[in-house]
């Protein structure tokens, strides 16, 4: 009884949050001519590391709470978009949300797959600027360990797979075509690592956010086409085997002239290695 009436006020907040989300990251509405965001279904054995996170209390469990994505680099310790733990978003800081859990090894958001592990720790990359998006992550420490295979090593700077033109793998439960078609499963898209050049055109400064190169990398085709999109926030960009980019922002999803904004992996590991002082740090590869 008192769920269910909690749970009818919860509803709309709820909606009213993902509603308030969408145009910050999304301030231009889709025309109705843009391409469709070209992804493809995949299971989660081809990007074992893609979790989703998840609050059914918030967000309904129609798609199991889903509302952004999420990646695994170490067995213990998830990456995801700054952006996606906002209290406008959850309406609560996530040390406050009970049921905060992450989903991994599902391909089927309805499905009992894998498993669900509940967060016991959230950290917001404090140096996040909302305004422009910089520094869009925050680290989740899981409850439980995921498997070593689950894992994705991540790209530190200097690393080849940084170079425009490298061939990359983006993954979620996003948005499939711009207008609000959220899919039960895992899709993926497969886009090109970009020179900085275009986003810093593409954005350089409005209302959408604007490209910053040391903490940005952009990403998908010249032409448009295969994109992330709303509800792949957080989610991971892996290129050559390794996490490059967490999906951060855009203008509208897979328009030509306005590619994908992903968190720079390599800034995070920056960022990580100063939080924990004078631990030893992955070496960037020649
Ligand atoms: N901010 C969106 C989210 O919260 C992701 C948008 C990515 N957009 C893009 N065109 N790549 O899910």
Redesign the pocket.
């Known amino acids: 009884m008192r769920r269910s009436v909690a749970r009818s006020l919860i509803r709309p907040l709820a909606l009213a949050a993902a509603m308030t989300?969408?145009p910050?990251?999304?301030a231009t509405p889709v025309a109705a001519d843009s391409v469709v965001?070209g992804g493809f279904p995949i299971d989660v054995s081809q990007a074992p590391w893609t979790v989703a996170l998840s609050s059914r209390d918030r967000f309904g469990g129609t798609r199991a709470g889903q509302f952004?994505?999420g990646v695994a680099v170490a067995r213990t310790t998830v990456l995801t978009?700054a952006?996606?733990l906002g209290e406008d978003v959850l309406g609560a800081p996530p040390s406050r949300m009970r049921d905060l859990k992450v989903i991994a090894g599902r391909t089927d958001l309805l499905s009992a797959e894998g498993q669900e592990i509940p967060v016991r720790d959230a950290r917001i990359n404090p140096g996040y600027d909302s305004e422009t998006h910089a520094g869009d992550f925050a680290v989740i420490t899981l409850a439980k360990e995921l498997p070593q295979s689950a894992v994705v090593p991540m790209a530190s700077a200097g690393d080849p797979a940084y170079t425009p033109g490298t061939e990359a793998l983006?993954s979620?439960w996003?948005?499939t075509s711009g207008a609000g078609a959220y899919p039960r499963t895992l899709h993926a898209a497969r886009v090109r690592v970009l020179a900085d050049d275009l986003c810093t055109r593409a954005y350089p400064g409005g209302p959408d956010g604007t490209y910053r190169a040391d903490s940005m990398l952009c990403?998908?085709e010249p032409a448009g086409g295969p994109?992330?999109?709303?509800?792949?926030?957080?989610?991971p960009l892996v290129a050559a085997g390794r996490l490059v980019g967490l999906?951060?922002?855009?203008?509208?999803?897979?328009?030509p002239g306005?590619?994908?904004?992903?968190t720079r992996v390599s800034d995070v590991v920056r960022g990580l290695g100063a939080a924990s002082g004078s631990q030893k740090r992955p070496q960037a590869r020649p």
């Open positions: 989300v969408i910050l990251v999304n965001v952004c994505g978009a952006h996606c983006v979620g996003g948005d990403a998908g994109d992330a999109c709303q509800g792949d926030s957080g989610g999906v951060s922002w855009g203008s509208g999803c897979g328009r306005n590619p994908g904004v992903y």
